[in-house]
T-cell receptor
């Protein structure tokens, strides 16, 4: 069974440019999460999809970030325009409906974003 | 708001020795606590969880964690460290309200020397 896959693994862009990160969750997982780790700090929650609906987007930093999950399958996270402070590792995770019982989120390897 | 703290950026231990990676938590209500591990060039992997029951929980790769309510701690332990245990370890707590998302700590790098 394929795990959570993220693309690209590393992106280097200049301030003001646009970047789109993609996440393919495990097949059949309705829940999809985006998290971010900046500069060795904590892994911070960005948002949560249930199928194609945004369940919780309380962690999105500002309106330069746009997440979509059309059709309830893969998700994209677009940063436009990128700022220096957006640099970090963006993690995607997915889970089954019963994750609250199992406690297990399945994470991708992360997309490292460097904004110069 | 729920939070966890990992006071050590890095823990160094010799192979074969016991290891402890510390985590303290702050929650309202009953805590739901987790440990995840990130090996180099890999995604985070679930190690173990505490929901209810025994204070000592066992997880993957021989790891265990001890829940201590009076000290609000959930330290990760292993009796005998392996070089292959070297990785980044994250403690997390599940929020008890709202959408119950996981809130992670800052991570502790474990370095096991041969």
């Amino acid at each position: 069974e394929a795990g959570v896959t993220q693309f690209p693994s590393h992106s280097v862009i200049e301030k003001g440019q646009t970047v789109t990160l993609r996440c393919d969750p495990i097949s059949g997982h309705d829940n999809l999460y985006w998290y971010r780790r900046v500069m060795g700090k904590e892994i911070k929650f960005l948002l949560h999809f249930v199928k194609e609906s945004k369940q919780d987007e309380s962690g999105m930093p500002n309106n330069r970030f746009l997440a979509e999950r059309t059709g309830g399958t893969y998700s994209t996270l677009k940063v436009q325009p990128a700022e220096l402070e957006d640099s970090g590792v963006y993690f995607c995770a997915s889970s089954q409906d019963r994750w609250r019982d199992t406690g297990e989120l399945f994470f991708g390897e992360g997309s490292r974003l460097t904004v110069l | 708001a729920q939070s966890v703290a990992q006071p050590e950026d890095q823990v160094n231990v010799a192979e074969g020795n016991p290891l402890t990676v510390k985590c303290t938590y702050s929650v309202s209500g009953n805590p739901y606590l987790f440990w995840y591990v990130q090996y180099p060039n890999r995604g985070l992997q679930f190690l173990l969880k505490y929901i209810t029951g025994d204070n000592l929980v066992k997880g993957s790769y021989g790891f265990e964690a001890e829940f201590n309510k009076s000290q609000t701690s959930f330290h990760l332990k292993k009796p005998s460290a392996l070089v292959s245990d070297s990785a980044l370890y994250f403690c997390a707590v599940r929020e008890n309200t709202g959408f119950q998302k996981l809130v992670f700590g800052t991570g502790t790098r474990l370095l096991v020397s041969p």
